[in-house]
């Protein structure tokens, strides 16, 4: 059986970045008709993925659902023919049980095989409209974590028609909107375990009082951000939704003394997308904790936007100093994350 290559990475357009450098997908090998092998490479240098205040010995599990984001994108073109312009849905993603020790910085760039399982086409009129996949991330021979997404795609016409409609509902001027208003200054980077400001996607933070459970803020759509938002877009997207969602975890953990500090590792995440984000109205995030040992912590998170739900999912932290000692797969950080499943009507690309 051939095996994946990583010399060189996929063109740009089949993962929908306009970055070289944002491209992590090398190659994909097929093992049987719902069976592939994609193999990525996690730079060890990166401005965002490679940014935490603590843990820098250890990848940001986030790198690989970003990867697991690419290959379902590149799969639609490849394996499904979908042609370039489609615009790509995503409905619902999840990373689970992340191994730290399998995610250790070494001395070259680490090489990941997601051995992706499709689990459902989606069929519509013309054919397949969607698809379903579950990964397993392949450090060498050591599982780093489980993940996985489902997309749907739809052509450029009837998604400008999705987003008028959506918009003109909202009372807002249909079209493309490419610039959100100046974001509002963010929390302390230190607050949510990023060492460059311009990595925090929150603002406004607080608990409310007489509540040990809650954290709220304001989510900072920041569309010059190289890498978040890599290329126009009309919405918000879907990866600053989950790192919305990690850094409101983080802040809500300390502040509610769930964890003990913000260097926190993430060994789970997921969202469903119920909503389309606009860029030009603000965003409410909420999360509110579920369980909590000390060293590990679970919460349940939001984002609402004129009183409606675009996203919603979990968070699953351990705490820095016991993560490292932590066998994989034991404590609440092996707890199996809610909110996957079928009936999201709309999503974030």
Not at 178 to 204: C, T
Not at 255 to 268: H, M, N, R, V
Not at 275 to 302: F, Q, Y
């Amino acid at each position: 059986m051939d095996t994946v290559e990583f010399s060189r990475t996929v063109p740009r357009e089949l993962v929908h970045r306009l970055s070289v450098a944002e491209v992590l997908v090398t190659g994909a090998v097929a093992r049987d008709e719902d069976t592939l092998d994609v193999g990525t490479q996690i730079p060890r240098s990166h401005a965002f993925y490679r940014d935490t205040a603590g843990c820098r010995h250890l990848y940001d599990p986030m790198v690989l659902v970003e990867a697991a984001r690419q290959t379902l994108i590149m799969l639609g073109h490849e394996l499904f023919d979908m042609p370039f312009g489609t615009k790509f849905i995503l409905r619902e993603i999840a990373l689970r049980d992340a191994d730290p020790t399998a995610l250790a910085v070494r001395g070259v760039p680490t090489e990941v095989v997601l051995r992706c399982h499709i689990l459902r086409r989606f069929r519509g009129r013309a054919g397949v409209s969607g698809a379903r996949l579950r990964y397993t991330a392949l450090v060498g021979d050591r599982v780093a974590a489980t993940l996985e997404c489902s997309m749907s795609w739809v052509p450029p016409d009837r998604w400008q028609a999705m987003r008028d409609e959506g918009r003109t509902e909202l009372g807002l001027a249909p079209g493309l909107v490419i610039d959100a208003p100046e974001p509002p200054p963010r929390v302390g980077e230190l607050l949510v375990d990023r060492r460059d400001p311009a990595n925090v996607v929150l603002s406004s933070f607080r608990v409310p009082p007489g509540d040990r459970t809650t954290g709220t803020a304001r989510l900072v759509v920041d569309t010059g951000h190289p890498v978040l938002f890599d290329h126009v877009v009309d919405h918000v997207p879907g990866m600053l939704t989950l790192e919305a969602f990690r850094q409101l975890g983080i802040a809500t953990a300390v502040a509610t003394g769930a964890l003990p500090s913000a260097s926190a590792l993430l060994t789970g995440v997921n969202a469903r997308f119920t909503g389309i984000g606009e860029l030009d109205l603000p965003i409410s995030c909420e999360s509110v904790l579920t369980r909590t040992d000390g060293t590990n912590a679970v919460l349940r998170c939001a984002l609402r936007q004129e009183g409606r739900t675009v996203a919603e999912g979990e968070v699953c932290l351990t705490a820095a100093a016991e993560g490292e000692k932590r066998p994989a797969g034991t404590g609440v950080g092996k707890v199996h994350l809610t909110g996957i499943g079928a009936g999201a009507e709309a999503g974030t690309r």
